[in-house]
């Protein structure tokens, strides 16, 4: 054949395509376990931070195996709830089963337009009980984990993670610690539309620095629209979880309150 031929550049390009694609795909498949292992490690280690048994980077340190490990040994229980806040799933506590970001972004779709939806709750031996959140940024998508203590109003703690927003603005929600402490010890308001805010300009705060109201803090400065993003997230994840955090309000959760005493 003529190498310098039309149809013998056509033939060797694709070929070479052929080969590459079979090659990348027998690699994408051959790593697939691991990268989930190491998805799950992340979310279980993002949603431990949330609810204060350690921080991100002592997980980080810790190895996959040793996350999940502690995750074990701390869960009560995880399952989904629906619009009506009822229970209608278990997640397999052997496997550590949670919900990758694909999985909440497909439940976010399912909540903003109205449909059925099934969405996890993870409830902590201690009476912590941590649901996530998932929304859009700037740049792409934001998520995060909000833990709240056994009253099921005030929080105990959070973190956020996001894809692509920008270093030293938006990528803040998960590189800097005040911001997401600024979350522990203020209350959500599940009766009303707006769960919880936050406040371009600033909340109202006291003497002392904390806010007046009870249920806004601080959006980060100069970066507006990765805070409205994730307050968006905030408002449209804890509005689904309203019907279930108010059937347990002010009575903790039921699986827990035997374990306390």
């Not at 371009?200 to 007046?212: C, F, L």
């Amino acid at each position: 054949m003529n190498t310098n031929s039309n149809l013998y550049t056509v033939i060797y390009t694709s070929v070479v395509v052929v080969i590459v694609a079979g090659v990348l795909a027998f690699v994408s498949q051959s790593l697939k376990d691991r990268q989930e292992a190491n998805e799950k490690a992340e979310t279980i280690s993002q949603m431990l931070t949330a609810g204060g048994f350690g921080t991100k980077s002592d997980f980080q340190a810790m190895g996959n195996a040793k996350v999940l490990e502690t995750y074990a040994s701390e869960i009560s229980e995880a399952f989904t709830v629906n619009t009506e806040g009822q229970k209608v799933g278990d997640l397999d506590l052997a496997s550590c089963q949670v919900f990758s970001p694909k999985q909440l972004k497909a439940q976010n779709y399912n909540i903003r337009d109205g449909k059925a939806f099934a969405i996890p709750v993870f409830v902590f031996k201690n009476g912590i009980t941590v649901v996530p959140v998932y929304g859009a940024g700037l740049w792409g998508p934001v998520w995060g984990y909000i833990a709240f203590n056994n009253d099921g109003v005030s929080i105990h703690g959070a973190y956020f993670d996001h894809e692509s927003e920008t270093a030293g603005l938006g990528a803040r929600i998960k590189d800097d610690p005040s911001f997401q402490a600024e979350f522990t010890d203020e209350l959500a308001d599940f009766s009303s539309a707006n769960v919880f805010d936050i406040v371009k300009g600033g909340a109202p705060k006291d003497e002392n620095g904390k806010s007046v109201i009870d249920n806004q803090i601080d959006a980060i400065s100069g970066a507006t629209m990765t805070s409205r993003g994730l307050d968006a997230a905030i408002d449209t994840w804890l509005g689904a979880y309203s019907a279930y955090f108010l059937s347990t309000k002010g009575q903790g959760n039921d699986s827990n309150a035997e374990k306390e005493d």
